[in-house]
């Protein structure tokens, strides 16, 4: 049995694989209307930051089975709780050792550059607001055409917790914030990329490791948007770098579980590209959801295979490409209502709603497309998607 923390659309994603393989799951829902209580029938209400609930998750009073082991589809959840289960017996994957680089940005520079990953040139800013302002406008003095990003060390996602500067004044709020007990504040080079592309790495307790294609995601309005797989027209020795990086962050930070690396790919020395790791997740992750129509083994069903410690099935690509498009927001009232005209249009789109309430910019599903021709694999998933926005989109 797998306990799972977290209610969202990864949870949700992973109850397919989990029925397919036998594997009970049972998902701590922060409401009875999440995505994943939608789907999962052990579904008990409470969040994440509950000790009590996270213990009852793990070992359930009533008598029913305890967990073989706790897993998370997000990563905000006490790592203190987590390190005295572990020393209570409970296998936690990944582990708290591990989870605490992708819950603090601060921790995970640190360690990346201890391990020698390419990294954006980076500082934590100092605590106090007149030496946070000085040591910010030193950094953009260097910097180059003025400009950094700062980060708040925890708490952010999807672009949220992130802004590009040109002077120490525009985060004197959040100088403030992390005076008044907020999050501790990083500052990193705003790094001149080419584009953006990711690793998926799965590692399971005994070590045995297994990556999927390098993919290229691209990002609107710090979301992801679509995702393309494998990265058209990367250099095979730069998509074997980046596999090597990837690998490397996961033995380096011992993680178990599937692992995101997301990378910047930016140009180099004698006009070569290199690779620059920018951030993390020890979970399935956006970058992946290609995986479940266009791979031998998609990341749900390797992240319940490597947290059980069983082998790990083969990542090998079914198609030449295949393109995830997200749905972000619509102007339906039920994306369900799309199905006919997408159907009828696009039959060979593999639509995943995640039965999540509509308001602007929110990921309600995604929309798999795979082929031989990218660019017509890449205007049906965009198609598909528009569709499920409610958008109006030009006969072919």
């Known amino acids: 049995m797998v306990a799972v923390v977290g209610g969202g659309q990864l949870a949700r994603m992973m109850a397919p694989p989990a029925a397919e393989l036998g594997v009970h799951l049972r998902v701590l829902v922060e409401d009875p209307a999440t ?28 008598g029913r089975p305890p967990a073989d082991v706790l897993t998370f589809e997000h990563e905000h959840v ?64 260097e910097a180059p055409g003025g400009e950094a990003v700062v980060k708040t060390a925890r708490g952010g996602y999807d672009g949220k917790g992130v802004r590009v500067v040109t ?43 297994r990556t999927w294609p390098v993919v290229e995601s691209i990002q609107r309005d710090g979301v992801c948007a679509e995702v393309v797989a494998p990265a058209p027209g990367l250099d095979p020795e730069l998509a074997e770098r980046a596999r090597q990086v990837a690998v490397q962050v996961a033995e380096g930070l011992d993680v178990t579980g599937v692992l995101a690396v997301e990378m910047f790919e930016v140009p180099g020395e004698g006009g070569r590209s290199e690779v620059l790791v920018n951030e993390l997740a020890m979970r399935p992750h956006n970058s992946g959801h290609w995986t479940i129509d266009g791979a031998t083994t998609s990341q749900f069903e390797q992240h319940l295979r490597a947290v059980l410690d069983l082998p790990l099935g083969a990542t090998t690509p079914t198609a030449r490409w295949t393109v995830m498009a ?24 593999r639509v995943n709603l995640y039965g999540k309430g509509i308001r602007p910019g929110r990921k309600l599903g995604h929309v798999n497309v795979s082929g031989d021709d990218l660019d017509e694999v890449r205007r049906r998933a965009r198609g598909a998607a528009a569709l499920l926005r409610g958008e109006e989109i030009e006969e072919s």
Do not use: Y
């Not at 209400?45 to 359930?60: H, K, M």
């Not at 005295?84 to 640190?110: E, S, W, Y």
């Open 35 to 62: 995505a994943a209580a939608q789907v999962v029938v052990d579904a008990p209400v409470g969040a994440a930051s509950d000790e009590a609930a996270i213990r009852e998750l793990v070992a359930p009073a009533d």
């Open 326 to 349: 997200n749905v972000l927001g619509s102007a339906l009232d039920n994306l369900t209502d799309a199905l006919p005209q997408v159907g009828a249009r696009f039959p060979e789109a």
């Open 78 to 141: 006490p790592n203190a709780l987590l390190a005295d289960l572990v020393d209570g017996g409970t296998p936690v994957r990944p582990g708290p050792g591990a989870l605490v680089q992708a819950q603090d940005k601060i921790v995970m520079r640190r360690r990346l550059t201890d391990l020698g990953v390419p990294c954006p040139r980076w500082a934590a800013l100092p605590t106090e607001p007149p030496a946070a302002r000085s040591a910010l406008e030193a950094f953009l003095g």
């Open 167 to 209: 002077a120490a004044a525009e985060v004197d709020d959040w100088v403030a914030a992390h005076v008044a007990g907020g999050p501790e504040l990083l500052v990193e080079e705003k790094v001149p990329f080419t584009r953006e592309l990711a690793v998926l790495v799965a590692r399971r307790p005994s070590g045995e490791v």
